[in-house]
C-alpha cells in the first residue's frame, strides 16, 4: 500500500526521501510527493505516476530543508491526481497518510460549520484541515495534532509536519504499519524498516494505537491510553533491507531465481538432524480437534493446499477462509480450534482483523509471516517465520513457496504427533524435502520450454488452467498471476469441474494450462485434458517425464519437471506457474513488478 518516509536530519532531506521512497515502489503506487521545512517555511512538491516525475520536479524546483515527510499515494479516496496527491497541507501543517478515514465525511460536516470546505477529493486533507482549524483556535502544533487523532475513526498511519517547526514530527499509529529510526542527531520514521535502512538499523516499532512526538534527540510515544510508554528498539538486519535487481531485468525474475537458496535457508531454520524443529511455544496437534485458515490472495492459496495435507496426513479436519469474508461471517470458533494466519506482510488489514476477532475464542492463534515483528506475528500465540527475505515484486513468488514449506513442515508434525505417520516414514519425506533447493535448480533450467509457450499464451486473451488434488491449488495460484501481471484473463478449476460448465469456453483461441504431475489423480485428469483437445483446445501440459509419456505427443505444449513424491509437487509446481505468468507479462511489455492497481501490502480494507 502507500509509503511513508519522514526524516529530521543534519542534511538537505530531499534527495533523501525520493531515495527512500524509490525502495518503497514496491508497494504500489500512483503518485508521490515530500514537503520540507527550511528556514521556518513549510514547502511541498508532487507528481503524478511514478518517482521519476517527482524527481524531475525536484530538479527545476528544488525543495531545500533538513527536516522533511515523503509519501507514495495509491489511490482509495480520489483519482490519481497531482491534486488528491500526498502530502496534503493546510495552512501550517502538511500530513501524509496510510490507510482510510472512515469518518472524513463527518468531519467534513463539522469543518463546514466553521467555514472550512475540503479542495480534494481525499479523505486525508480533513486531518490537514481539522489540525489547522483546532492551531486557528490556539492549540500548539502537537496539541492539535494530538486532538485531530482523537477525532479520527478507521485505519491509519499519519506524519505531521509543521510551519517553523524544524525539529518536530508527530506520528500515529492505528491499524496500519509504522516504525520509528534512531540516528546520532537525526531521527526517521517510516511505514517500511527498508525505507530506513541506509539511514539506520535501529527501528522501534510504534503499537496499535501509539503516537509519538519526535525530535532529533529521540521520540516520546503514548499508547491508546495516552500513557507514556517505552517500546524495544531493535537491529535490524541491512543484507535483508537490500532492494537491487542483482542484474536481473525484474525483481520478480530475481525472486523466482532465488527460490533454491531461499528454500535452503528456510528449512535449516526448522529442521535439525531430529527432524523437524519448531519454535516455542509449540503445539499439541492431539488436541487440535479442529483448524481454521484464514488468508488472502495468494496465500490463501497457500491455505487450500495446506488443507490437502494437514487433512490428508494428520487427520485435522480444515477449514480455509479468505479473511475478507471470514470476518463479517463472524463464524463459530468451538473448543478445540487453532487459528492460523498466512500473511507475507503481516500487516494484511482483514486478516489482521480476522485474527483479532479469533483472539479471545479460538485455543490458540498461529501466524505464518516474512515479517516477524508485524503486527500478525506479535499478536499470535505463535509466530512461524518463513525466512523468504525481502520481496519486491507485487506478485509473491518465493514468498508462497515459503509458505508451503512452512506449511507442510506444520503438516508433517502433526501427523507424526497424531499417529498418523512414524519417524521413519517423515525422515523419509523429509530427506527429499532437503533436496528440493537442488530439484529447484534442475526446474528452473527448463526456463526455454517455459519461455515459449509462454510468450504463445500471451497472444490470448482468456486461459483456463485446471489441476486436481493439490494441483488444484496451484492452478489457482497460476491463474491469479497470469491476471496479475500480464493482464490477461485467466481462470481456474478443479479438473473435474470442467464438465460442469467451462468447457464450454473451450476453442483454438483459449490455451489450457494443466498442472497434472503421474501421481494418484495423473489418469483422471488427462481424460480432462483429452476432452479439451477433442474440442480443438489447446493444451499446455505441466507434468514430469511419466506423465509426459503417458499423455502422448498430441499436446500443444509440454513442460517437463523433475519427478517429487506427490506431497511435494505444490512446492515444485509453483515455479512453472510463476515463469509463465513472468514470461507472457514481458512478452506483452506490462510492468512486472508494479502491475497497476495493485499493491504489495494490503493494509486497508
Known amino acids: 500500500m502507500c509509503g511513508i518516509v519522514g526524516i ?3 542534511h538537505e532531506v530531499a534527495p533523501t526521501l525520493v531515495e527512500s521512497l524509490r525502495r518503497l515502489e514496491y508497494r504500489g503506487y500512483d503518485s508521490a510527493g515530500i514537503a520540507t521545512v527550511n528556514s521556518g517555511k513549510l514547502e511541498r512538491r508532487r507528481a503524478v505516476g511514478k518517482l521519476v516525475n517527482l524527481s524531475d520536479l525536484l530538479v527545476h524546483e528544488p525543495l531545500p530543508g533538513k527536516a522533511g ?13 497531482t491534486t488528491n496527491a500526498h502530502p496534503h497541507r493546510a495552512g501550517p501543517v502538511a500530513v501524509v497518510h496510510n490507510g482510510i478515514i472512515e469518518n472524513y465525511r463527518e468531519l467534513r460536516e463539522e469543518l463546514a460549520t466553521h467555514g472550512i470546505t475540503p479542495q480534494t477529493e481525499t479523505d486525508t486533507e480533513t486531518v490537514a484541515l481539522m489540525t489547522q482549524h483546532l492551531m486557528d483556535q490556539g492549540a500548539s502544533a502537537t496539541d492539535a495534532a494530538m486532538a485531530c487523532i482523537d477525532k479520527l475513526e478507521g485505519a491509519f498511519a499519519l506524519v ?14 492505528k491499524g496500519s504499519p509504522l516504525a520509528i529510526g534512531h540516528g546520532d542527531g537525526e531521527m526517521f520514521v517510516g511505514s517500511d524498516a527498508i525505507a530506513l535502512a541506509p539511514m539506520t538499523d535501529q527501528i522501534t516499532y510504534l503499537e496499535e494505537g501509539d503516537r509519538a512526538v519526535i525530535n532529533r534527540q529521540g521520540a516520546t510515544i503514548t499508547n491508546a491510553k495516552g500513557q507514556r510508554v517505552n517500546r524495544d528498539q531493535q537491529t535490524i538486519q541491512m543484507d535483508a533491507a537490500r532492494v537491487d535487481k542483482g542484474g536481473f531485468k525484474h525483481f520478480m525474475a530475481k525472486e523466482i531465481a532465488e527460490q533454491p537458496t531461499v528454500l535452503s535457508g528456510a528449512l535449516s531454520a526448522y529442521l535439525d538432524k531430529d527432524g523437524i524443529s519448531l519454535p516455542d511455544p509449540g503445539l499439541d496437534f492431539d488436541k487440535v480437534e479442529r483448524l481454521v485458515m484464514v488468508a488472502c490472495g495468494t496465500a490463501f492459496y497457500a491455505c487450500l493446499t495446506a488443507k490437502y495435507w494437514f487433512e490428508q496426513l494428520a487427520g485435522i479436519p480444515v477449514e480455509v477462509d479468505i479473511a475478507s469474508e471470514f470476518r463479517y461471517r463472524e463464524p463459530p470458533i468451538t473448543k478445540g480450534t487453532v487459528a492460523l494466519f498466512v500473511s507475507q506482510s503481516g500487516e494484511t488489514a482483514d486478516t489482521l482483523a480476522a485474527l483479532r476477532y479469533c483472539a479471545e475464542k479460538a485455543d490458540k492463534i498461529v501466524s505464518v509471516v516474512n515479517v516477524p515483528t508485524s503486527s500478525i506475528a506479535r499478536e499470535s500465540d505463535l509466530a ?6 525481502v520481496e519486491i515484486g507485487v506478485a509473491s513468488t518465493k514468498a508462497f513457496t515459503c509458505q508451503l514449506n512452512v506449511l507442510l513442515m506444520l503438516a508433517l508434525e502433526a501427523a507424526k504427533s497424531r499417529g498418523r505417520m512414524d519417524s521413519a516414514e517423515q525422515a523419509e519425506v523429509l530427506e527429499t524435502l532437503r533436496a528440493m533447493p537442488g530439484i529447484f535448480n534442475v526446474a528452473l533450467q527448463r526456463g526455454d520450454a517455459i519461455r515459449k509457450a509462454a510468450r504463445q499464451i500471451a497472444e490470448a486473451r482468456d486461459v483456463l488452467f485446471l489441476g486436481r488434488g493439490l494441483m488444484y491449488p496451484l492452478a489457482l495460484e497460476g491463474a491469479l498471476k497470469l491476471k496479475e501481471i500480464s493482464y490477461i484473463h485467466a481462470e481456474a478449476y478443479a479438473s473435474g469441474e470442467l464438465k460442469h460448465g467451462p468447457i464450454a469456453l473451450i476453442d483454438k ?15 483422471k485428469t488427462v481424460s480432462n485434458m483429452q476432452e479439451v483437445m477433442a474440442r480443438g483446445g489447446k493444451v499446455c501440459l505441466i507434468t514430469d517425464a511419466a506423465g509426459a509419456d503417458a499423455a502422448g505427443a498430441d499436446v500443444w505444449q509440454t513442460i517437463i519437471l523433475p519427478d517429487v513424491p506427490e506431497v511435494l509437487s505444490p512446492l515444485l509446481y509453483a515455479l512453472p506457474a510463476q515463469l509463465l505468468a513472468y514470461h507472457a507479462a514481458d512478452a506483452k511489455g506490462t510492468d512486472v513488478d508494479q502491475p497497476r492497481n495493485l499493491a504489495k501490502s494490503v493494509t486497508v480494507e
Open 8 to 10: 529530521l536530519g543534519s
Open 160 to 173: 505531521f509536519l509543521f510551519d517553523g517547526e524544524e525539529d518536530l514530527l508527530v506520528a500515529a499509529r
Open 69 to 81: 515527510i515523503g509519501h507514495t499515494r495509491w489511490a482509495t479516496h480520489g483519482a490519481p491526481s
Open 509 to 523: 483461441t483459449v490455451p489450457v494450462v494443466v498442472m497434472a504431475p503421474r501421481d494418484s489423480l495423473f489418469d
Open 384 to 389: 512461524l517465520p518463513i525466512h523468504a527475505g
